[in-house]
């Protein structure tokens, strides 16, 4: 049998503020700041999947809880693309876009640990291409303004009490249409009438998420 004093000398479990949480809370942190960052990939229209690549997507967006588990917020998004260099046609074009934007999301805990996402990022984007081809002699206006949407999923794993790492997956989806034109492709890329330019742009995007919570959970 063990006495009392035996049980004292046991050392106990310390748990540290830093240290990733021991069980599920109640409700996430009152507020939060989200990182993202990945490679998109063109998806449509047909033209713009085959004559486009991405470079890279980020974004950062603060959010405030609503419920125990959703939350809303506001962000900012930068993402670059370029002419494909996978053809044999010479063109160094790239397009810039600038978004901001509104999220709603909800977060479910599978464990202590690990939790996945639900968020919609819905705003307004504003593009510019640069290095177009034969710009000074067939002029155009090389601005993009259009509303979008961007559905995303992730999952998350506890590094620390406040932060997480993780992945996502998303899929945007631009009300504009790419027009080969607006950038002299014809002039560089013959093979540019072999491919259908109807339907708005869109790519699918997969990266890196972070998650840091600011304030006290219960």
Same mark, same amino acid.
């Given at each position: 049998?063990?006495?009392? %004093?035996? %049980?004292?000398?046991? *050392?106990?479990?310390?748990?540290? %503020?830093?240290? *990733? *949480? ?15 960052? /990945? ?33 809303? /917020? ?14 044999? &046609? ?32 819905? /705003? ?26 961007? *559905?995303?999923?992730?999952?998350? &794993?506890?590094?620390? %009490? ?15 249409? &790419? ?40």
């Amino acid at each position: 049998m063990f006495s009392q %004093e035996d %049980e004292d000398s046991i *050392p106990k479990p310390q748990s540290y %503020e830093d240290s *990733p *949480p021991s069980e599920p809370p109640k409700s996430i942190h009152p507020v939060s700041i989200r990182l993202n960052g /990945g490679v998109p990939n063109p998806l449509s229209s047909q033209l713009f999947r085959k004559r486009m690549i991405g470079i890279y997507e980020a974004n950062v967006s603060v959010t405030l809880r609503l419920g125990k588990y959703m939350y809303a /917020g506001i962000g900012y998004k930068n993402a670059l693309f370029s002419v494909s260099n996978r053809t044999k &046609f010479g063109n160094h074009t790239k397009f810039q876009t600038n978004s901001a934007y509104a999220r709603i999301g909800y977060d479910k805990y599978h464990s202590a640990k690990v939790f996945s996402s639900i968020y919609l990022n819905s /705003g307004y984007m504003h593009g510019f291409y640069t290095s177009v081809t034969n710009q000074d002699t067939k002029p155009h206006n090389l601005n993009v303004r259009t509303a979008f949407i961007q *559905p995303n999923y992730s999952i998350n &794993f506890f590094a620390e %009490e406040r932060m997480t790492l993780g992945f996502y997956f998303g899929y945007n989806y631009m009300l504009w249409q &790419f027009d080969p034109d607006q950038i002299n492709m014809r002039d560089t890329d013959p093979d540019v009438s072999k491919f259908s330019t109807s339907g708005n742009a869109s790519y699918w995007i997969i990266g890196l998420e972070m998650y840091i919570g600011l304030g006290k959970i219960k």
